[in-house]
C-alpha cells in the first residue's frame, strides 16, 4: 500500500527549497562581506609595514609616530572580523567550503593583526636606531621589507582568486628570507662584540629583523590558508602525515 501523502506536502518542500536557497544567497553575501574587509585590512597592515621601513630608515619619528598610531584602527578591524565570524556562525551554521572559508578567516584575521602589531614594533625602534641607517642598510632592511611586503601582497592575490599555485610558490621565497634574516643576525652580534658602547641600538636592530622575518612568516600562513580553503589539505606541518 502506498504512503499517503498529506495536502500541502509539496508545497512545503518548495518552501523549504526556497528557504534554504535563500539562506545561501545570504551566507554567500556574509562571506563576501567577510572577505573583502581581509583584504582591505591586508593592504593596510602592508602600507603599515612599508611605512614603518620608511621612517626606520630616514630616521622620520613623525612617521614613526603615525605608524604606532595607526595600529589602532588594524585593532579596530581585528575585532570587526571577529564579530562578522562571530554573526555567520551563530546565523548560518556553515558546512564543507563555507566552513572552511570561515575557520581560515578567523586565522588570518590574527595573522594580520600580529603584522600590524610588528609595524609597530618596528616604529618603535626608530628613537634607539635613528643616526644609525649607514647599519640599517648593511643588513638590508629594505631588501627584507620588500620581500615580507612582496610575500603579503601575493598572499592576498592568492586569498582574491583562492589560486591554491600561487599560494604554494610562496613557501620558497619565505626561506629565502631566512637566509637573509640569518645574515643579518650574525651580522649584528658580531658588531655588538666589536662595538659594545652600540649595543642598545644594535639590540633594537636585531628586533627590527626579526619583525620582517616574522612577518614574512604570517603572510605564509595565509597562503596556507588558501590551500586549506581549496584543497581542504592542512599544509601547515606536513611532516605529521609520516607519523
Not at 551566507?27 to 612599508?50: F, K
Not at 566552513?99 to 586565522?107: E, Q, V
Not at 600561487?166 to 613557501?171: H, I, S, T, V, Y
Not at 603572510?219 to 607519523?243: C, K, M, S, W
Request: proline share 2%; hydrophobic share 40%; net charge negative.
Amino acid at each position: 500500500m502506498s504512503e499517503r501523502i498529506e495536502p500541502g506536502y509539496k508545497e512545503e518542500r518548495q518552501l523549504m527549497r526556497i528557504a534554504l536557497r535563500d539562506r545561501k544567497r545570504f551566507l554567500d553575501r556574509e562571506v563576501d562581506e567577510l572577505r573583502n574587509t581581509l583584504i582591505g585590512m591586508s593592504r593596510r597592515v602592508g602600507e603599515q609595514v612599508r611605512h614603518a621601513t620608511k621612517a626606520l630608515r630616514s630616521g622620520d619619528l613623525d612617521l614613526a609616530k603615525q605608524v604606532r598610531r595607526d595600529d589602532d584602527l588594524i585593532d579596530a578591524l581585528e575585532l570587526q572580523v571577529d564579530s562578522k565570524c562571530e554573526r555567520i556562525l551563530a546565523l548560518y551554521h556553515p558546512v564543507a567550503t563555507d566552513l572552511r572559508i570561515l575557520f581560515s578567516a578567523i586565522k588570518i584575521n590574527n595573522d594580520l593583526e600580529r603584522i600590524g602589531d610588528y609595524a609597530k614594533n618596528i616604529a618603535k625602534t626608530v628613537p634607539d636606531i635613528s643616526g644609525h641607517q649607514d647599519v640599517v642598510d648593511l643588513i638590508r632592511v629594505q631588501e627584507m621589507a620588500d620581500i615580507s611586503c612582496g610575500i603579503l601582497d601575493r598572499a592576498r592575490e592568492a586569498y582574491e582568486r583562492q589560486d591554491r599555485k600561487l599560494a604554494r610558490q610562496l613557501f620558497e621565497r619565505d626561506r629565502w628570507l631566512g637566509n637573509v634574516y640569518r645574515d643579518a643576525f650574525d651580522f649584528l652580534i658580531h658588531q655588538c662584540g666589536l662595538h659594545p658602547e652600540k649595543g642598545a641600538a644594535l639590540f633594537q636592530m636585531v628586533m627590527t629583523v626579526k619583525a620582517y622575518e616574522r612577518t614574512a612568516d604570517h603572510a605564509v600562513n595565509i597562503a596556507e590558508n588558501v590551500v586549506f580553503i581549496v584543497e581542504g589539505t592542512d599544509v601547515r606541518h606536513p611532516q605529521t602525515e609520516r607519523l
